[in-house]
């Protein structure tokens, strides 16, 4: 495992722990020697990982639309810059640099991307790792959907075990880096 894909917001959300999480996060990741890639801008959490990443001597690959180079304001101090033309391509570009994703607390926005990814390891298009770090119990309402989803027979109880949880950084790569795809049966 060499480099691993974050999504997270491009606002910093009303409490300052979002912010600083990002920012452990970012720390976590050099301290383990791994790359990141993740949306390319300066603000939000996405800003906070990229410049603990960074300050802390890490590689950062940035990958952001035309588009939303000059909303999200694009991170002119990264080790790459990629900007691409749709949505559709920085999906794709993050997925292929990456050897695992993780979601930090972020929007519907992230929320796509993360999910995307974790469509495609169910489908068996890749086995990486899918996370979540639930700082601040922030993906727990989305956890108790994924139970009704498995009640009601539209999600497999084994899709939910392909989800690496954790609430702490460190933890969590530990995790990743352990982690075995596991063959699920689709249909």
Known sequence: MKTIAVYCGSGSGND???MNEARKLGKALVAHGLDLVYGGATVGCMGAIADAVIESGGKVIGVIPKKLANVEIAHDHL?????VDTM?????????????FIALPGGTGTLEEWF????????GYHNKPCALLNINKYYTPMLSLF?????QGFVKEAYKKL??????STNLIEQLKNYKAEYIHKW
């Open 163 to 168: 989800i690496v949880i954790d609430d702490d």
């Open 16 to 18: 300052p722990i979002y």
């Open 147 to 151: 139970d009704h989803m498995i009640e």
């Open 79 to 83: 080790t790459e810059l990629h900007i």
């Open 116 to 123: 995307e990814v974790l469509t495609w390891a169910q489908l």
């Open 88 to 100: 559709h391509e920085r999906k794709a570009l993050m997925a292929e640099r990456a050897d695992a």
